[in-house]
């Protein structure tokens, strides 16, 4: 399970330092891919590989560049990583969730904003941790994704798009 992510909302471009751009993308994706390398002279046949995507990643965010491109590259990551596992029958795939309530997504907002995190979405509220945790577990589990790998699934609390 590759799950570690930096963010900090810039309003601006130029807001965003080359130390920020540099450290949400070590953090964001480097991580991912240090960790898939170092796991695999451990993993065996049927073994699964789950990456932590974002909405952010699917349709960009203004206040979340950094971020946000970071997840795009977990999700494209994801893929690659699928097809150049599957010889080897490790599947790897990806859970990429809308809004959450967790303290990374309120973290550096004021107030009056962590009060309206998630509104936006259809459902008109953030997901809690433990609505995303399934997610993660149908993507470990032999009996219920044995034949799902490369797949980005995306819990936006009604949002639509394309993944």
């Known amino acids: 399970m590759n799950n570690a992510a930096f963010q900090k909302h810039q309003d601006d471009l130029e807001e965003i330092t080359e130390e920020q751009w540099d450290r949400t993308f070590r953090t964001n994706i480097y991580g991912y891919f240090y960790m898939a390398k170092a796991a695999l002279k ?14 952010a990643g699917l349709q960009g965010n203004k206040q979340l ?26 599947r790897v795939n990806c859970v990429a969730p809308g809004p959450v309530w967790t303290p990374l997504n309120v973290a550096d907002k004021p107030a009056e904003q962590v009060a309206e995190h998630g509104k936006k979405a259809p459902m008109e509220r953030p997901a809690q941790p433990e609505e995303i945790a399934p997610a993660f577990v149908f993507f470990a589990s032999e009996a219920d994704s044995s034949y799902i790998t490369g797949e980005v699934l995306a819990l936006t609390g009604g949002e639509t798009m394309a993944a």
């Open 42 to 55: 451990h993993l065996k046949h049927g073994s699964v590989i789950v990456n932590c995507g974002s909405i």
């Open 65 to 90: 560049l950094d971020y946000a491109s970071t997840k795009g590259a977990i999700h494209a990551f994801t893929k690659s990583l699928a097809q150049n596992l599957v010889d080897r029958s490790i």
